[in-house]
T-cell receptor, first 116, second 115 residues
Framework: AQSVAQPEDQVNVAEGNPLTVKCTYSVSGNPYLFWYVQYPNRGLQFLLKYITGDNLVKGSYGFEAEFNKSQTSFHLKKPSALVSDSALYFCAVRDMRTSGTYKYIFGTGTRLKVLA | DTEVTQTPKHLVMGMTNKKSLKCEQHMGHRAMYWYKQKAKKPPELMFVYSYEKLSINESVPSRFSPECPNSSLLNLHLHALQPEDSALYLC??????????????FGSGTRLTVV
């Protein structure tokens, strides 16, 4: 079965410093990986995805993620954190059902707190 | 229009009430989803509709009844809920049931409290 793991419940980083939010995956076949962000009392917002191609994927709001096949990781990064980046971040992998419909399997989430 | 709109934003209902959650999108997406999210937890898939047909039911209790009247609208009918059903209910859509190629668009959710 497909799965993703986010080993950190919370990450604290000072404003202006680089940030990394970790995600590792376990899939059979080629992984389809995603990052979403959730602000309080809001739905999830798509940040970026990896399907194929370059290992470094660029997404919304200056975020990027690096796909590392040998380490089965898909860490989210940003060169310079903003206080407004403080939110809950979810890594997800696509899982296919026998019906041919796909669903996401979400990680447990990492709360990012950027300190002014 | 690039949004998924959910109404109401907040709902408080008694255990004997019947209520409905509504979700609407006008992006031409043909797959729509209901998720349930408890505090500080990841969203959990409840239902998937693909081309207005129910494609996935994740063994959700029958007190939750989904309905997809047309390609733009998704409802979740609620009846005889329990306090543990209190959660944020998220609707999402994608271009098709393969969804993942383009990502999902999520609504802001309905915060449901069952008293």
């Amino acid at each position: 079965a497909q799965s993703v793991a986010q080993p950190e419940d919370q990450v604290n980083v000072a404003e202006g410093n680089p940030l990394t939010v970790k995600c590792t995956y376990s899939v059979s076949g080629n992984p389809y990986l995603f990052w979403y962000v959730q602000y309080p009392n809001r739905g999830l917002q798509f940040l970026l995805k990896y399907i194929t191609g370059d290992n470094l994927v660029k997404g919304s709001y200056g975020f990027e993620a690096e796909f590392n096949k040998s380490q089965t990781s898909f860490h989210l990064k940003k060169p310079s954190a903003l206080v407004s980046d403080s939110a809950l971040y979810f890594c997800a992998v696509r899982d296919m059902r026998t019906s041919g419909t796909y669903k996401y399997i979400f990680g447990t989430g990492t709360r990012l707190k950027v300190l002014a | 229009d690039t949004e998924v709109t959910q109404t109401p934003k907040h709902l408080v209902m008694g255990m004997t009430n019947k209520k409905s959650l509504k979700c609407e999108q006008h992006m031409g997406h043909r797959a729509m989803y209901w998720y349930k999210q408890k505090a500080k937890k990841p969203p959990e898939l409840m239902f998937v509709y693909s081309y207005e047909k129910l494609s996935i039911n994740e063994s959700v209790p029958s007190r939750f009844s989904p309905e997809c009247p047309n390609s733009s609208l998704l409802n979740l009918h609620l009846h005889a809920l329990q306090p543990e059903d209190s959660a944020l209910y998220l609707c999402a859509s994608s271009q098709d049931r393969q969804g993942a190629g383009y990502g999902y668009t999520f609504g802001s959710g309905t915060r449901l409290t069952v008293v």
